[in-house]
């Protein structure tokens, strides 16, 4: 039974290029959420999707930042022209279909992003 | 009104006594307050839950007590063990819809 699966765990990339994060659900869930953690701080809400459809997307920078949860595939975090300052832990969770228990979210291992 | 309040920020405890972490909310449409712990270099992991039609749920070592009217809730950890030294987060959800998190409080338990 395998958990939330997210990958690659570490990615380093110089300013101005692209950083692609990928985020497996626990298999049957159908809702994803991504959070920001920098170092010795807390977890910050960026988005939470369903399958093909965006929810709330209130914690992500309006630029350079999006995500997509297909049909088919995992969910995508996309930073573009990464910055130093996007360099933090990038958590997804995921919790079940709609009367299930939505509440409960079950996180992956992160990735690490480190912009040089 | 979406912020959900932690103290402390960091915590010391002596082998084999009681952590205790306390968070407190505004919103009242909150229905569900789970507990994470979160290793090094891991991923948060969910510890235990509680809805608020109970106001204390408890898993072994780990007690959540909650008091509705405050709107606030905390963890004890009974027994604190060295293994227990990670950093806790409390958080909140209304239906699954708004999911807020606290900001964490680091716990260290001396051998």
């Known amino acids: 039974n395998a958990g939330v699966m997210q990958n690659p765990r570490h990615l380093v990339r110089r300013r101005g290029q692209e950083a692609r994060l990928r985020c497996s659900p626990v298999k049957g869930h159908s809702h994803v959420y991504w959070y920001r953690q920098l170092p010795e701080e807390g977890l910050k809400f960026m988005v939470y999707l369903q399958k093909e459809n965006i929810i709330d997307e209130s914690g992500m920078p309006k630029e350079r930042f999006s995500a997509e949860f297909p049909k088919e595939g995992p969910s995508i975090l996309r930073i573009q022209q990464v910055v130093r300052g996007d360099s933090a832990a990038y958590f997804c969770a995921s919790s079940q279909e709609q009367g299930g228990s939505t509440d409960t979210q079950y996180f992956g291992p992160g990735t690490r992003l480190t912009v040089l | ?111």
């Open chain 2, 1 to 111: 009104q979406q912020q959900v309040k932690q103290s402390p920020q960091s915590l010391i405890v002596q082998k084999g006594g009681i952590s205790i972490i306390n968070c407190a909310y505004e919103n009242t449409a909150f229905d569900y307050f789970p507990w994470y712990q979160q290793f090094p270099g891991k991923g948060p992991a969910l510890l235990i839950a509680i809805r608020p039609d109970v106001s204390e749920k408890k898993e072994g070592r780990f007690t959540i007590s909650f008091n509705k009217s405050a709107k606030q809730f905390s963890l004890h950890i009974m027994d604190s063990q060295p293994g227990d030294s990670a950093t806790y987060f409390c958080a909140a959800s209304d239906y699954g819809q708004n999911f807020v998190f606290g900001p964490g409080t680091r716990l260290s338990v001396l051998p």
